[in-house]
């Protein structure tokens, strides 16, 4: 019997045809991206004067979706794989990991294995912004775990590959299968000179006020923000994000021409179970009188109110449990959640009440504290309502400041950081239990922000290495806003000469959306969120600045997009309420203080001659680690001649110059020029003897071609021992080293042969 036909799959090249022409069927047919040789298809952007590449169809052809991004020399490889199956999760989960291989920026990492180990700071922080970039839209209902790796395949290092990640990942999930409402372009947006400038590259940004990422959708939308600035006038960043949208949209045409062109069909997803109308109805009518009055009382904290609702919750759970038996309870759960989320929005959009009792713009109550412990270097509390947040400064020698990786260091435009903002949430913190110190995503991005906002008012000539750390102590909504505030009084407290003081604020957005295009009909602004206004509504607009203008930024977005009339206005508010805040912290302290606090460090200059350095440093820097282990004072070379002492405190300074005098004291006899001096041999080395001249001077060397007329290769071919004296003459010292200069050869007489060591060629 003639064994059965095997057809060949041509773009596989020798993978049998039944086992992918699944993968196949919705490319076979389209002649576009087929007849190039690679099977893939490209298209180029020009945005602002640079070309963007996006390629699709050639790498990781497996994946659901695939994309290459190039700008300029940075290119990333962007795969999006998701699953078939609906996951468990109540939530979306969207997984992002962005890698910077060292291969990418021609370097070997330098750690102890020489290869990538976990992921660094910026990675993560990296990996969050293209998640808040593209979770806004994917589509409500769909749950299947997802997962996208972001690859650097070559960077540049005049472009950061953190924008053309974002738009290789929307072209990816664009040419996808995965269900996803996009595309989206993202743009990097500079100020030189109050110009705007689109992707700028990493010298421009040196000298930019402003860095700024902006994704935006089709219409002009902005789906995500995140920048940092230095004090920027607010028409000037409302220009910057105009400018950054309007070229983003470039961005968004050529992906959907991409898409059309090697696009495969959406799939189709299991939607979640619909609750059934008449126990919808049996919910509104059992629990919106209890939940509006628990709204409506704002006498409770974030923990009583939501035990409020949980008991409320509970309860209807049991009655309508034997009402409708055959209703699974997490539908019913869920049904009174939807519930809660309704009215809680239907009272801000129609009748502008906050479940506290606030208007939409007014403020939490507010206040400060400085100086908590006397012997922290700077110390605040500050509360905003039910978010307390304790901060402290602890300065420290310039060698403590934080060395950047290598890959880093070629991404950004510093080398090294001397200011550090460290910012923790311990689970107790939200009545929760876990483990305490543990640092997560959440941590490093809160952190991460927070500092921004404060780096561009602490001065950059500052002599000492300064830690910031923030901990929160309670949480109900806006703890990186209320670290940079208390943040800002520590400093101030701690004596650092900032610019001026910062503050930040968190503005709020709650929509209703139009059901068929989620456009957006009627919206509300809320000033200094809650944690439960977070949780229900549709934006978190965290901003911090000072009373000259913007120095951080950071925006998320649950809807597909916000037209930018709501953004320009989202910032307005939130200045107005950075300017209120500022009003309150001046009351308790308004300037940095004149002077460091007694417990404070001390930093002193002083200046070595070179005929010293050796009894200043020591026998193999013996001196400088004695000096370091018993006062705790870190010398660091400034110059040629000049050293830079830092000490814990002015009691370790007093020490450490009392304990610096007796190295420099001069206890042996000053060596005069041309004099005969007679010195004991304490070390035989090959290139010459070590002579002790006086036992509280340090060995000088005697060097082979000083030891005799003849030509010596070796100290021992003369008899030379340990521990013999032999006589030799002072010709001062080496005017550029500073090094001891003595000669036996200048007592001899003329040599007549050439002295070798045994065993050596003639």
Same mark, same amino acid.
């Given at each position: 019997?003639?064994?059965?036909?095997?057809?060949?799959?041509?773009?596989?090249?020798?993978?049998?045809?039944?086992?992918?022409?699944?993968?196949?069927?919705?490319?076979?047919?389209?002649?576009?991206?087929?007849?190039?040789?690679?099977?893939?298809?490209?298209?180029?952007?020009?945005?602002?004067?640079?070309?963007?590449?996006?390629?699709?169809?050639?790498?990781?052809?497996?994946?659901?979706?695939?994309?290459?991004?190039?700008?300029?020399?940075?290119?990333?490889?962007?795969?999006?794989?998701?699953?078939?199956?609906?996951?468990?999760?109540?939530?979306?989960?969207?997984?992002?990991?962005?890698?910077?291989?060292?291969?990418? @920026?021609?370097?070997?990492?330098?750690?102890?294995?020489?290869?990538?180990?976990?992921?660094?700071?910026?990675?993560?922080?990296?990996?969050?912004?293209?998640?808040?970039?593209?979770?806004?839209?994917?589509?409500?209902?769909?749950?299947? $775990?997802?997962?996208?790796?972001?690859?650097?395949?070559?960077?540049?290092?005049?472009?950061?590959?953190?924008?053309?990640?974002?738009?290789?990942?929307?072209?990816?999930?664009?040419?996808?299968?995965?269900?996803?409402?996009?595309?989206?372009?993202?743009?990097?947006?500079?100020?030189?000179?109050?110009?705007?400038?689109?992707?700028?590259?990493?010298?421009?940004?040196?000298?930019?006020?402003?860095?700024?990422?902006?994704?935006?959708?089709?219409?002009?939308?902005?789906?995500?923000?995140?920048?940092?600035?230095?004090?920027?006038?607010?028409?000037?960043?409302?220009?910057?994000?105009?400018?950054?949208?309007? $070229?983003?949209?470039?961005?968004?045409?050529?992906?959907?021409?991409?898409?059309?062109?090697?696009?495969?069909?959406?799939?189709?997803?299991?939607?979640?179970?619909?609750?059934?109308?008449?126990?919808?109805?049996?919910?509104?009518?059992?629990?919106?009188?209890?939940?509006?009055?628990?709204?409506?009382?704002?006498?409770?904290?974030?923990?009583?109110?939501?035990?409020?609702?949980?008991?409320?919750?509970?309860?209807?759970?049991?009655?309508?449990?034997?009402?409708?038996?055959?209703?699974?309870?997490?539908?019913?759960?869920?049904?009174?959640?939807?519930?809660?989320?309704?009215?809680?929005?239907?009272?801000?959009?129609? $009748?502008?009440?906050?479940?506290?009792?606030?208007?939409?713009?007014?403020?939490?109550?507010?206040?400060?504290?400085?100086?908590?412990?006397?012997?922290?270097?700077?110390?605040?509390?500050?509360?905003?309502?039910?978010?307390?947040?304790?901060?402290?400064?602890?300065?420290?020698?310039?060698?403590?400041?934080?060395?950047?990786?290598?890959?880093?260091?070629?991404?950004?435009?510093?080398?090294?950081?001397?200011?550090?903002?460290?910012?923790?949430?311990?689970?107790?913190?939200?009545?929760?239990?876990?483990?305490?110190? @543990?640092?997560?995503?959440?941590?490093?991005?809160?952190?991460?922000?927070?500092?921004?906002?404060?780096?561009?008012?602490?001065?950059?000539?500052?002599?000492?290495?300064?830690?910031?750390?923030?901990?929160?102590?309670?949480?109900?909504?806006?703890?990186?806003?209320?670290?940079?505030?208390?943040?800002?009084?520590?400093?101030?407290?701690?004596?650092?000469?900032?610019?001026?003081?910062?503050?930040?604020?968190?503005?709020?957005?709650?929509?209703?959306?139009?059901?068929?295009?989620?456009?957006?009909?009627?919206?509300?602004?809320?000033?200094?969120?809650?944690?439960?206004?977070?949780?229900?509504?549709?934006?978190?607009?965290?901003?911090?600045?000072?009373?000259?203008?913007?120095?951080?930024?950071?925006?998320?977005?649950?809807?597909?997009?916000?037209?930018?009339?709501?953004?320009?206005?989202?910032?307005?508010?939130?200045?107005?309420?950075?300017?209120?805040?500022?009003?309150?912290?001046?009351?308790?302290?308004?300037?940095?203080?004149?002077?460091?606090?007694?417990?404070?460090?001390?930093?002193?200059?002083?200046?070595?001659?070179?005929?010293?350095?050796?009894?200043?440093?020591?026998?193999?820097?013996?001196?400088?680690?004695?000096?370091?282990?018993?006062?705790?004072?870190?010398?660091?070379?400034?110059?040629?001649?000049?050293?830079?002492?830092?000490?814990?405190?002015?009691?370790?300074?007093?020490? @450490?110059?009392?304990?610096?005098?007796?190295?420099?004291?001069? #206890?042996?006899? $000053?060596?005069?020029?041309?004099?005969?001096?007679?010195?004991?041999?304490? #070390?035989?080395?090959?290139?010459?003897?070590?002579? #002790?001249?006086?036992?509280?001077?340090?060995?000088?060397?005697?060097?082979?071609?000083?030891?005799?007329?003849?030509?010596?290769?070796?100290?021992?071919?003369?008899?030379?021992?340990?521990?013999? #004296?032999?006589?030799?003459?002072?010709?001062?010292?080496?005017?550029?080293?500073?090094?001891?200069?003595?000669?036996?050869?200048?007592?001899?007489?003329? @040599?007549?042969?050439?002295?070798?060591?045994?065993?050596?060629?003639?």
């Amino acid at each position: 019997m003639a064994a059965p036909m095997m057809w060949v799959c041509k773009h596989c090249r020798g993978k049998i045809w039944s086992v992918c022409r699944q993968l196949h069927t919705s490319k076979v047919n389209q002649s576009g991206p087929w007849k190039d040789k690679n099977y893939g298809c490209s298209i180029e952007v020009n945005i602002g004067g640079k070309q963007l590449q996006l390629s699709s169809g050639k790498l990781a052809r497996f994946a659901d979706g695939a994309a290459v991004a190039k700008l300029d020399d940075t290119s990333v490889l962007v795969t999006a794989v998701s699953k078939t199956r609906s996951s468990q999760f109540s939530f979306f989960p969207l997984t992002v990991d962005f890698r910077q291989k060292a291969a990418a @920026a021609g370097r070997i990492p330098m750690n102890f294995f020489r290869r990538e180990l976990g992921p660094t700071e910026t990675e993560i922080l990296t990996s969050r912004m293209i998640d808040r970039s593209l979770r806004p839209m994917f589509p409500e209902g769909y749950l299947n $775990e997802t997962q996208l790796v972001c690859n650097v395949l070559a960077m540049d290092g005049l472009n950061d590959p953190d924008i053309v990640s974002i738009n290789a990942a929307s072209a990816a999930l664009s040419v996808s299968d995965i269900p996803w409402d996009g595309p989206v372009g993202a743009v990097r947006v500079g100020l030189v000179d109050r110009e705007v400038i689109v992707n700028p590259t990493r010298k421009q940004l040196q000298h930019s006020t402003l860095d700024l990422v902006i994704t935006a959708a089709a219409n002009r939308k902005v789906v995500m923000l995140e920048g940092v600035g230095d004090a920027v006038f607010l028409h000037d960043l409302a220009k910057a994000i105009s400018k950054g949208v309007s $070229e983003a949209q470039a961005i968004v045409q050529g992906i959907l021409q991409l898409q059309k062109q090697i696009g495969r069909p959406k799939r189709s997803y299991d939607s979640p179970a619909v609750v059934n109308p008449e126990v919808a109805e049996a919910v509104k009518s059992l629990c919106t009188s209890r939940i509006r009055e628990v709204f409506y009382d704002d006498r409770h904290d974030k923990i009583s109110r939501d035990v409020a609702i949980q008991d409320i919750k509970a309860s209807a759970i049991e009655e309508l449990k034997g009402s409708f038996p055959d209703c699974k309870e997490d539908l019913i759960g869920e049904a009174i959640h939807r519930h809660v989320k309704e009215i809680f929005r239907s009272l801000i959009l129609d $009748e502008e009440r906050r479940c506290d009792g606030r208007t939409l713009q007014q403020l939490r109550d507010i206040s400060c504290q400085v100086d908590l412990f006397q012997p922290l270097h700077g110390s605040a509390l500050f509360q905003r309502g039910q978010t307390q947040v304790m901060c402290t400064v602890t300065y420290d020698s310039p060698e403590a400041a934080m060395r950047l990786d290598p890959i880093s260091v070629l991404t950004g435009n510093i080398k090294e950081k001397n200011f550090m903002l460290h910012y923790e949430f311990p689970p107790y913190a939200t009545n929760e239990t876990g483990r305490p110190g @543990a640092v997560g995503r959440r941590e490093f991005g809160h952190g991460a922000l927070a500092e921004k906002a404060l780096r561009a008012i602490v001065p950059d000539n500052c002599p000492f290495t300064i830690r910031l750390t923030s901990e929160v102590l309670e949480s109900n909504g806006s703890s990186s806003m209320a670290s940079v505030c208390g943040g800002s009084l520590a400093l101030m407290d701690a004596g650092v000469r900032i610019s001026e003081a910062a503050a930040g604020v968190a503005v709020g957005l709650v929509t209703r959306t139009d059901p068929g295009t989620r456009n957006i009909t009627k919206y509300k602004l809320l000033t200094d969120l809650l944690g439960i206004e977070d949780y229900m509504g549709d934006m978190d607009f965290k901003m911090a600045g000072t009373r000259s203008g913007i120095t951080a930024l950071q925006v998320d977005f649950k809807l597909p997009g916000v037209p930018l009339e709501i953004v320009s206005k989202a910032l307005e508010q939130g200045f107005v309420g950075i300017n209120h805040i500022l009003d309150i912290m001046d009351k308790t302290i308004s300037k940095p203080r004149e002077e460091i606090k007694h417990c404070g460090p001390v930093i002193e200059k002083l200046s070595i001659e070179a005929q010293d350095r050796s009894k200043f440093f020591g026998v193999g820097g013996h001196n400088l680690r004695k000096l370091r282990s018993e006062t705790g004072v870190t010398v660091t070379p400034v110059d040629d001649v000049s050293f830079q002492l830092f000490a814990p405190n002015s009691e370790a300074m007093d020490e @450490a110059r009392e304990m610096i005098d007796e190295f420099l004291a001069d #206890e042996v006899p $000053e060596l005069e020029f041309g004099a005969i001096y007679k010195g004991k041999i304490v #070390e035989i080395r090959d290139i010459g003897v070590m002579v #002790e001249l006086h036992p509280k001077l340090a060995p000088v060397l005697l060097h082979n071609s000083q030891v005799d007329q003849r030509k010596v290769h070796h100290a021992s071919a003369l008899g030379l021992e340990v521990g013999q #004296e032999i006589t030799v003459k002072y010709f001062g010292r080496d005017p550029v080293s500073g090094r001891m200069r003595i000669s036996r050869k200048a007592l001899l007489a003329p @040599a007549t042969t050439i002295i070798r060591n045994l065993g050596s060629p003639s």
